[in-house]
């Protein structure tokens, strides 16, 4: 399954630039950030695919947002009822 071969190659990918930016930037913790949209297509019609591929990907970018602007996330505590920081990387 194609899907299956990308999602994998796409993994592969995103470890292998995190590896190398943790092995080159010391400093920088946890690899940095990376991240994938991987949409899986099939079963949408051919001449949906794009909307639908661009309806993803600002779905995903919206929610990155929606984390990240104060308002949102005002009352998100932690387990011992402490504002709670979401950190990127």
Same mark, same amino acid.
């Given at each position: 399954d194609s899907?299956?071969?990308?999602?994998?190659?796409?993994?592969?990918?995103v470890y292998g630039l995190s590896y190398a930016q943790q092995l080159k930037n010391k400093d920088?913790?946890?690899g940095g950030a990376k991240g994938v949209? !991987? =949409?899986?297509?099939?079963?949408?019609?051919v001449s949906a695919r794009?909307?639908?591929?661009r309806k993803a990907i600002k779905a995903f970018t919206?929610?990155?947002l929606d984390l990240m602007v104060k308002d949102s996330v005002c009352n !998100? =505590?932690?387990?011992?009822k402490k504002e709670e920081l979401i950190y990127f990387g």
């Open positions: 899907y299956s071969l990308e999602s994998s190659r796409q993994y592969d990918e920088i913790p946890e949209i !991987l =949409v899986n297509t099939p079963a949408i019609e794009p909307f639908a591929m919206d929610s990155m !998100l =505590v932690d387990h011992y």
